[in-house]
């Protein structure tokens, strides 16, 4: 949600924003948590939204 404001106050519309999360388990513990992030964010170059 907060990058969704944080484009909204760079004057950038977002159409869509959609986080896919893994966990990974070893031992009982979290070992690695990898997050994928896309959108549709009209008028962005790649380079600015990533």
């Known amino acids: 949600m907060e990058l969704n404001v944080l484009l909204n106050e760079a004057n950038f519309t977002v ?5 896919d999360v893994s966990v990974t388990f070893e031992e009982g513990s979290i070992a690695k948590i990898c997050f994928n992030l896309e959108g549709d964010v009209p008028n962005i170059e790649v380079e600015q939204f990533q």
Do not use: D, G, R
């Open 15 to 19: 159409t869509v924003l959609e986080v």
